[in-house]
């Protein structure tokens, strides 16, 4: 590891979340120091390493807006992985305001505190929902013009210029991950939440937000974490865009009807119509990938093979906390 | 006028700028009520009309971050002309909080001021920098990726994510306006003021930023509210985006011999050498106008015209502000 671009401590803000976690293990695993920022509005305790190796591993909570708070852990950082955000669109719609701070700003804050202490590195997630409603499919990274259909969606594109800026700028380099779907275990929302909270709640029937036609590309976790260091370590460009997610996508209707199979087959599904979900949702999404294969990467499955891995993660956890000995 | 999608009283943040006060007197032309906010940081009293007609013109001194100060302005509001901005880029290099708070976060109010009073159109003052560095010339609507090279770039691009995520979550119309440069009177900056204010402090000699090659796009003032306006009138998509340029460019070089000759020819020029004027400089522009060529718009002279026009009003204007009974 000692030649390779991403040495030297790793800074990750939303380390504590669904992506976060994933990317904390796999850096550590690597022989990095990993230093994590969360405020824990989204993100768990239990989702972080239970026993870090020593030395290796600190966690500071803080919100990445309050930067004078996570400072001392940005000193000395190769690189920071910028993922802290807030994860639901919906919320974003109801109040403006939330992704303004949570994500642009948020996002200002962190290529400050990087441009101050010299960090050479920052690699954001941001969403293929830049993307609004493309008329291209698979969509490529150089599609235009980019109409954000929510609030998400514009603090996601104004993250990116803002990356782009400091390193022209500034000198550092940026990576900015238009994400598919991203789904693994520790999510605290997205479809397969949604569907199974509902069907906790009311066995028989499953309701679900339009048409059913709704068919979006699904990447695994650790898979979306894989791509994010490869190009890391690859891409050297002042700017290095890619699209991550698979090759194929999966409809609302079949991940519905793959989330009944699991839960017994008995409910019965009902679509509330419509060809969105809901205001702002995103009703069709497939990326092209390309780019980031050309780097050498490949998702460890498909869309369907990331549901099915998720839904039967997911049925496992909830046999565990549903269980009768359970908390 | 009756039928115009713009009827009705229109607010132009940064009205008394120099693109916004030519707006203020076209739209006053047209028998519109006009209510002009401006903080005056750049925008200036003498540029807006000296008897306005009665009852149909306010000035409001406030600044669009602040939404309180104005919103007795946005009530009732047909149309919001969103041209307050820093009009410098390279001061957001300098200090890159200017061009959040007075870029992207201003739009973010101004955008909710529309939302709270129903205002039906926002019309954005965007510009050529969210294209960054690109590989196509002349650059369409549809290029990407945007990686813009100055924070205040990442700030255009910003406020039109949000311009198009107002409209499609909030049933707004937003217009999107990638400005060429834009010249004309009453400006405050840009390369023909620099290069004035330098011959008149050193009559001999002018320094040109960059190895003069730089070349761009330039579009007179009035015709750049004119394609706004017919812009507003004719497309209704949700978002509507348009570039507003000339179909050539000149490069610096050109002007610089242009201004030296306005000035007498004498003045010998020195260029300091490298493809970039400064830090976050484009240096070279020229944008497709087929999309607002397509309805109807066409520039009233090109690019060496526009800078002809411009030289000869700015050697006007100082022949009164030099002359022994001027102020």
């Given at each position: 590891m000692s030649s390779s671009p991403i040495e030297g401590p790793a800074v990750v803000t939303g380390g504590a979340g669904a992506i976060g976690s994933v990317l904390v293990r796999e850096l550590l695993g690597r022989g990095l120091e990993v230093r994590v920022v969360d405020n824990?509005?989204?993100?768990?305790?239990?989702?972080?390493?239970?026993?870090?190796p020593p030395g290796r591993f600190r966690l500071t909570t803080a919100?990445?807006?309050?930067?004078e708070a996570y400072y001392e852990e940005v000193r000395?950082?190769?690189?920071i992985w910028h993922l802290a955000?807030?994860?639901?669109?919906r919320l974003g719609v109801a109040d403006p305001t939330v992704d303004l701070e949570q994500g642009t700003i948020a996002t200002f804050r962190v290529l400050e505190a990087a441009r101050r202490f010299d960090v050479p590195r920052v690699l954001f997630s941001s969403?293929?929902?830049?993307?609004?409603?493309?008329?291209?499919?698979?969509?490529?990274?150089?599609?235009?013009?980019l109409e954000p259909q929510s609030l998400y969606g514009a603090s996601k594109l104004a993250s990116e210029g803002l990356c782009s800026a400091y390193a022209h700028c500034y000198g550092l380099r940026s990576y900015i991950f238009r994400f598919a779907n991203i789904i693994g275990?520790?999510?605290?929302?997205g479809i397969l939440i949604d569907l199974f909270e509902k069907l906790r709640k009311e066995p028989a029937r499953l309701e679900v937000l339009g048409?059913?036609?709704q068919a979006k590309s699904y990447l695994r976790t650790e898979d979306c974490v894989g791509g994010m260091i490869l190009a890391g370590e690859r891409a050297q460009d002042p700017v290095n865009i890619f699209n991550l997610g698979t090759d194929d996508r999966i409809s609302v209707r079949e991940i519905a009807e793959k989330v009944v199979a699991a839960h017994g087959g008995r409910a019965r599904i009902e679509y509330t119509g419509?060809?969105?979900?809901?205001?702002?949702?995103?009703?069709q999404q497939l990326l092209a990938i390309d780019r980031i294969r050309s780097l050498g990467w490949r998702p460890s499955t498909n869309s369907a093979g990331a549901v099915d891995r998720t839904i039967s993660e997911l049925v496992d956890s909830r046999k565990v906390s549903d269980g009768p000995k359970s908390r």
């Open positions: 824990f509005s989204s993100g768990r305790r239990e989702l972080l390493p239970s026993a870090p919100d990445v807006r309050s930067p000395g950082a190769r690189t955000a807030n994860p639901d669109i969403s293929s929902v830049v993307y609004g409603l493309p008329n291209v499919y698979p969509t490529p990274e150089s599609y235009g013009p275990p520790g999510m605290g929302h048409d059913g036609h419509g060809q969105r979900g809901w205001v702002g949702d995103i009703p």
